[in-house]
C-alpha cells in the first residue's frame, strides 16, 4: 500500500538532491483505518532507533521524544492511524513539542488532514531548536498550496543531512508523490545502500519502480519481496505485492498476495478492497462485488465506504450497463457532500465527467466542480486542493481540445499555467503541459504534442494520446515505449476505463 513546480523550481531543488544523492488511483487513496491486529505491528527489528533524530529537539520529555520516533517509524511503514495517535500522544507529554504537532499533521493529511495541529506545530517551531524548526517547516510546507517553501526546506534538510535515512525517506517520499519518480528512487536506492534493512524504501521503490517512465516490474517485485522478507508478520508488504502484481498483470499472483495480507490481519481493508479491483478487472464481477461487500463491513469510516460505493459503481461499466453507472455514481456524489467528504466528492465527481455519455454533460459536470473546488473545502488540504483542481482543467482543456472548441482549451489551458506559476507544484506543471498537449494535438502539431504529453506520466488518457501523437510524428520507438508505459497504469479506475473501453482520442 502507498498511500495519495515551475522549471526554475526543479533546477533549484535538483542541484542540492544531487549532492545529497552522490554515492534514492486521483482517485482518493484509502487510508489504513480499521483495526489491525496483534500480529501486524511490525517486526522489533523494523522498529525505531534510540536515536531517530539526528539533532537537539525541543522537548526535555523522554517520552514525549519515544513517542514521535514510534511515529515518524510508523508512518513510514505506512501504519497511518497509529502514527498519527503517536504523535498525538507526544503532545500530551509535552504540549509545546513542536515537531510533535508537525509529525501529527504530516501523517494526517494522507487520512483527515487536521488544520489545528498544523497551527501549533507552525507557531511552536518559533522557539524549536534551528534543526528540529528546518524539519517542522518541511512537514508542514509540504501541505501547502504553494510548494517553493517546501523545496527550499527539502534542499536545506538533506544539505543538512545528506546521510541520515530518516531524511533521505522523507523526502524521496515527497518527491515520489509529486510524480518525481527518477529522483525519488535515487534517493531509496542511495538510502538501502546505507541502510539495507530500511524496510520502508523497498515497498516504495517497488511502487516507483512500475510507475516511472521505464517501468521495470520485475525489479519492482524484487524489492517487494525484500520488504515481505523485512516485515514477514506485517500486512502491508503483500497487500504491495498483491497491487503491483495487478499493474504488471499477474491478477492470479494479485489475490494471492492479498489474500496473504488478510490472512496477517483480517480487518487490512486495503487488501480486502484490492481483491475486489483485481476480480473487477479479470471480468469476474460477482466475485468483485462480494469482496467489496466484505470491504463494506470492514469499512469504519465514510471515505473508505464511500470509495467502496465507487468501486462497486464503476463495475457497471465494466459489465456495459453505463447508464446504471452513471446513477450509482450520481448516489454516491449525493452520500459524498452529505458525509462533508471532499476527496469522496471529488472522486465521485471525476467519474462522473470523465464518463458522461455526452461532451456537454461532461463540460458541464467539470464546470460543477471546479466552481464547489475553487475555494478552500473543509476537510481538504491546499495541497491537495490545486492538484485537483488542476485534473479539472486538464480534462476541461483535452474535451474542448476534442470537440474543436479552442477557444475554451486555451482559456483552461491559461487557468493552468497561472496554477503552475502559483503553486509550484509538479503534479500541476504536469497537467498543465499535458493539456497544452491536448491542444497542439488537436491543432496537428504531433511533434510538440507529443512533448508535453510525455509530463504526465501518471494519466491512462494522457498516456494514451502519448503514443497516438508519437505515431503521427513518425516516432515508433517511442510510440512504443508510451504503449508499455500504459500497459503499466492498469487499475480499476474512471481514467482507465475511459482509456480502455472508450474512443477518447479525436480523430484525424
Request: hydrophobic share 45%; net charge negative.
Amino acid at each position: 500500500m502507498k498511500r495519495l513546480l515551475f522549471p526554475t523550481c526543479v533546477m533549484a531543488l535538483s542541484g542540492f538532491a544531487a549532492a545529497a544523492m552522490a554515492g534514492p488511483q486521483q482517485s482518493a487513496s484509502i487510508s489504513e483505518t480499521a483495526p489491525l491486529s496483534p500480529g501486524d505491528a511490525p517486526p522489533a527489528a523494523a522498529g525505531p532507533s534510540a536515536h531517530v533524530f539526528a539533532f537537539a529537539v525541543s522537548t526535555k520529555s523522554a517520552e514525549a521524544r519515544k513517542l514521535a520516533e514510534t511515529a515518524i517509524d510508523e508512518y513510514e511503514n505506512v501504519l497511518l492511524d497509529r502514527s498519527v495517535e503517536s504523535a498525538r500522544r507526544a503532545t500530551e507529554k509535552d504540549p509545546q513539542f513542536a515537531l510533535a504537532y508537525a509529525l501529527w499533521s504530516f501523517a494526517a493529511r494522507r487520512t483527515q488532514p487536521d488544520a489545528e495541529a498544523l497551527r501549533k506545530a507552525e507557531s511552536l517551531a518559533i522557539g524549536a531548536p534551528a534543526d528540529e524548526k528546518l524539519l517542522v517547516q518541511f512537514l508542514t510546507s509540504v501541505q501547502k498550496d504553494d510548494m517553493l517553501p517546501a523545496i527550499v526546506a527539502m534542499n536545506e534538510l538533506l544539505a543538512r543531512f545528506p546521510n541520515e535515512s530518516h531524511a533521505l525517506y522523507l523526502t524521496a517520499e515527497w518527491l515520489y508523490f509529486q510524480q518525481d519518480y527518477d529522483r525519488s528512487v535515487q534517493m531509496w536506492e542511495r538510502l538501502i545502500e546505507r541502510d539495507p534493512n530500511f524496510a520502508p524504501a523497498y515497498n516504495m521503490l517497488g511502487y516507483a519502480r512500475v510507475e516511472g517512465n521505464n517501468p521495470d516490474p520485475a525489479k519492482a517485485l524484487a524489492y517487494l519481496k525484500r520488504y515481505a522478507e523485512l516485515q514477514p508478520q506485517h500486512a502491508n508488504p503483500q497487500d504491495s505485492l498483491g497491487e503491483v502484481s495487478r499493474y504488471a498483470g499477474y491478477d492470479q499472483s494479485s489475490l494471492l498476495h492479498y489474500r496473504a495480507a488478510l490472512e496477517i490481519a483480517p480487518t487490512f481493508i486495503t487488501s480486502q478492497i484490492g481483491l475486489g479491483d483485481t476480480y473487477t478487472l479479470m471480468g469476474d464481477f460477482s466475485a468483485a462485488r462480494a469482496e467489496y461487500a466484505k470491504a463494506a463491513a470492514m469499512a469504519t469510516n465514510n471515505r473508505d465506504r464511500l470509495h467502496i460505493e465507487f468501486q462497486k459503481a464503476l463495475v457497471l461499466f465494466w459489465e456495459g450497463r453505463a447508464s446504471q453507472g452513471l446513477r450509482a455514481l450520481n448516489e454516491v456524489e449525493k452520500k459524498a457532500r452529505a458525509a462533508k467528504e471532499p476527496y469522496s466528492l471529488f472522486e465521485a465527481q471525476e467519474g462522473l465527467a470523465l464518463l458522461a455519455a455526452t461532451s456537454r454533460e461532461r463540460l458541464q459536470k467539470l464546470s460543477q466542480i471546479e466552481a464547489f473546488f475553487s475555494t478552500p473545502a473543509e476537510g481538504m488540504a491546499d495541497s491537495d486542493r490545486n492538484p485537483t483542481l488542476a485534473a479539472i482543467w486538464r480534462d476541461e482543456a483535452r474535451e474542448c481540445a476534442q470537440q474543436n472548441k479552442r477557444d475554451a482549451a486555451q482559456q483552461a489551458v491559461q487557468k493552468l499555467e497561472q496554477l503552475a506559476a502559483k503553486s509550484r507544484d509538479l503534479i500541476v506543471e504536469d497537467s498543465y503541459e499535458s493539456a497544452r498537449g491536448y491542444v497542439l494535438f488537436a491543432e496537428k502539431n504531433f511533434q510538440d504534442a507529443a512533448d508535453e504529453l510525455s509530463a504526465d506520466p501518471h494519466s491512462p488518457v494522457a498516456v494514451k494520446w502519448l503514443a497516438l501523437a508519437r505515431e503521427k510524428a513518425g516516432d515508433t520507438k517511442g510510440a512504443d515505449a508510451a504503449k508499455v508505459r500504459f500497459k503499466y497504469l492498469r487499475a480499476p479506475t474512471a481514467e482507465w476505463y475511459l482509456a480502455t473501453h472508450a474512443n477518447s482520442v479525436a480523430a484525424d
